[in-house]
């Protein structure tokens, strides 16, 4: 009997540690590293890194660009921290919200002596706790001391990678029959990872045939359209117009996806609203952020429909990528069925920026 934590056990651990501002242990091939999320990180610990060594501050190759930063390590920068600069300059490299006011941030050292896996796991872990990807890292002799010390998570690159890499199963928790305005016929089941991340959520209408394309649609939660009737995108009106076409051909599947901001989390979605207000398209402010245009991850939608009984689709969406991803991951994709509503004046470069940058068909 083993009452130790597995390898997604010690990774659910690390995102809470990162987001909470606890300093996190990663190993390999004889290196080790304590690495902090700049967002949490306090002067307290900033200290305590000083005292373990000179700490190195690990950026995505986006941030870098936007920072004029030297990124050697082709997907990311590492760059030495001085000795004189205090929590206020970390976090100004981290976070692009006084970028226009303060755009001289340097000079920057970039590193490019010695290997970057470490600061690249640690940019993973950032990301996957929906936080900047920003993280600050002090090389140490003995990880494993270090973390059994001082009572913190110790991980090697060995056996989270593939972790980080791999889509964590999902399971069915709970299922109710739900009457609403598109279907008095409604049910919704909700799927829970086994990595401890979001649940998401599967809405059928009706008696879908498992033998024949269902109607699908993949939505992204989006707070702000969806609850608060945000102008700002069309989420809202195309989840209404999805559920409504459901329930008029009477039957159908949306999902529900947990993946709010196009997958950054809704904190850095509104920073990346407070960056478009400064002038950014939604592309540009994500990359100003440090993240990828898009950071969601459709194969949860192709789990779940699967785990469903569905093998074909007939897919609700203006996103090529989502078709790509539902076939990549064995699901038929027999017709795309377009969704063109919620065009506001407010949003109008939005949707634009869908089209030029990221391949919609609007």
């Known amino acids: 009997m083993s009452l130790a934590p597995t390898t997604v056990e010690k990774l659910a651990r690390a995102r809470g540690d990162l987001r909470m501002g606890v300093p996190v242990v990663l190993a390999d091939d004889g290196r080790a590293a304590l690495v902090v999320a700049v967002e949490e990180l306090s002067a307290a610990r900033l200290a305590d890194f000083r005292g373990l060594g000179r700490p190195e501050l690990a950026l995505t190759l986006h941030r870098a660009e936007t920072l004029k930063a030297r990124a050697y390590d082709g997907d990311l920068a590492r760059i030495a921290v001085p ?25 920057l050292n970039a590193l490019r002596e010695g290997g970057a896996d470490l600061h690249r796991a640690g940019l993973a872990l950032a990301k996957a706790a929906r936080l ?35 889509l964590s199963p999902l399971h069915p928790v709970s299922s109710a029959r739900v009457p609403m305005v598109a279907s008095q016929a409604g049910r919704v089941q909700v799927f829970r990872p086994e990595d401890g991340g979001e649940e998401h959520y599967a809405v059928e209408i009706g008696r879908p045939d498992r033998s024949a394309p269902v109607l699908a649609r993949l939505h992204s939660a989006c707070f702000t359209g969806d609850v608060l009737g945000s102008l700002k995108c069309d989420c809202g009106p195309q989840l209404k117009a999805a559920l409504a076409q459901m ?29 478009q207000d400064q002038g950014f398209d939604t592309v540009e402010a994500n990359h100003r952020l440090g993240f990828e245009d898009d950071e969601r991850d459709f194969r949860i939608g192709a789990d779940i429909l699967r785990r469903m009984g569905f093998h074909s689709v ?49």
């Open 247 to 275: 329930g008029a051909e009477g039957s159908g599947v949306l999902l529900y996806l947990n993946q709010e901001g196009r997958g950054i989390g809704l904190a850095n979605k509104m920073r990346a609203y407070s960056l």
């Open 83 to 107: 000795a004189d600069v205090g929590l206020a300059w970390l976090r100004a490299l981290a976070d692009p919200a006084d970028d226009l006011r303060v755009p001289m941030k340097g000079p």
């Open 314 to 362: 007939r897919l609700m969406t203006n996103n090529p990528r989502k078709i790509a991803m539902m076939t990549g991951c064995g699901l038929a994709v027999t017709e795309r069925v377009p969704l063109h509503v919620g065009l506001t004046a407010q949003n109008e470069a939005y949707l634009a920026t869908k089209v030029a940058k990221s391949g919609h068909l609007l």
């Open 132 to 166: 900047l990807p920003a993280v600050l890292l002090v090389h140490v002799p003995d990880g494993l001391v270090l973390a059994a010390r001082e009572g913190l998570t110790f991980l090697t690159l060995a056996e989270i990678v593939p972790e980080l890499m791999r």
